[in-house]
Nanobody, 117 residues
C-alpha cells in the first residue's frame, strides 16, 4: 500500500523561502511522476511542479524561476524548494504520485503554506 508523507509547510514572510518534502512508501512504479498541487481558498487546484522518473520537470508559470523540484536517486522522495515566496503562493500543498499525463493516483495529506507579513 502506498503512502505519501509530506513535511515542510509553515508560515513565511514575503520574499522568504521554504522547503517541502514528500516521502513515498510502498510499491510505487519507478516510472511514476511526483510533484505538488496546491489549492487556495476559492481557487481551483493547480499543478505547481512535477518531476518524472528521468528528471524532466514541469512548473506552473506562476512559480517558474522561484520554485525548484527535485527527486532522490531512489525516486521515492521529492523536494520542492520555494524561494522568493509571494502572498499568492499561500495554499495547501498536496504531494502526489502518478502517471505522467493522468490524474494523480496517490496523495499526501497536504501541508499549509502561508506567505504573509
Amino acid at each position: 500500500q502506498v503512502q505519501l508523507v509530506e513535511s515542510g509547510g509553515g508560515l513565511v514572510q514575503p520574499g522568504g523561502f521554504l522547503g517541502l518534502s514528500c516521502a513515498a512508501s510502498g510499491n510505487i512504479f519507478s516510472a511514476y511522476a511526483m510533484g505538488w498541487y496546491r489549492q487556495a481558498p476559492g481557487k481551483l487546484r493547480e499543478l505547481v511542479a512535477a518531476i518524472t522518473s528521468n528528471g524532466r520537470t514541469n512548473y506552473a508559470d506562476s512559480v517558474k524561476g522561484r520554485f525548484t523540484i527535485s527527486r532522490d536517486n531512489a525516486k521515492t522522495t521529492a523536494y520542492l524548494h520555494m524561494n522568493s515566496l509571494k502572498p499568492e503562493d499561500t495554499a495547501v500543498y498536496y504531494c502526489y504520485v502518478g502517471q505522467l499525463g493522468y490524474a494523480p493516483e496517490y496523495w499526501g495529506q497536504g501541508t499549509q503554506v502561508t506567505v504573509s507579513s
